[in-house]
Nanobody
């Protein structure tokens, strides 16, 4: 059974940093593309960052480029999102998503709140 558990969210002031983690289990983590999404109140869920199975290919939403860094550890089955220079517009619930053989799985999300 695929399981994704996010952690690391919290409340910070603008300009601060957080590191989100996503612990994966129940599938061959090194075979799956991984994604970070976020959903702000009243808005649709949006893709923030993606990373290929081996970490070779990485993409970011324009709004986070240069501030966020996605990475993965295929030995520990962990996905990370380092978020620096956070802005109030980054306030959202952040979700990790796995794509394995065409099947999609989501974590439960972790709240990030950035105050001005």
């Amino acid at each position: 059974q695929v399981q994704l558990v996010e952690s690391g969210g919290g409340a910070v002031q603008a300009g601060g940093s957080l590191r989100l983690s996503c612990k994966a289990s129940g599938f061959t983590f090194s075979s799956g593309g991984m994604f970070w999404y976020r959903q702000a109140p009243g808005k649709e869920r949006e893709l923030v960052a993606s990373i290929s199975s081996g970490g070779e290919f990485i993409n970011y939403e324009d709004a986070v480029t240069g501030r966020f860094t996605v990475s993965r550890d295929n030995v520990k089955n962990m996905l990370y999102l380092q978020m620096n220079n956070l802005k109030p517009a980054d306030t959202a619930v952040y979700y990790c998503r796995a794509m394995i053989g065409g099947q999609s799985s989501w974590g439960q999300g972790t709240q990030v709140t950035v105050s001005s």
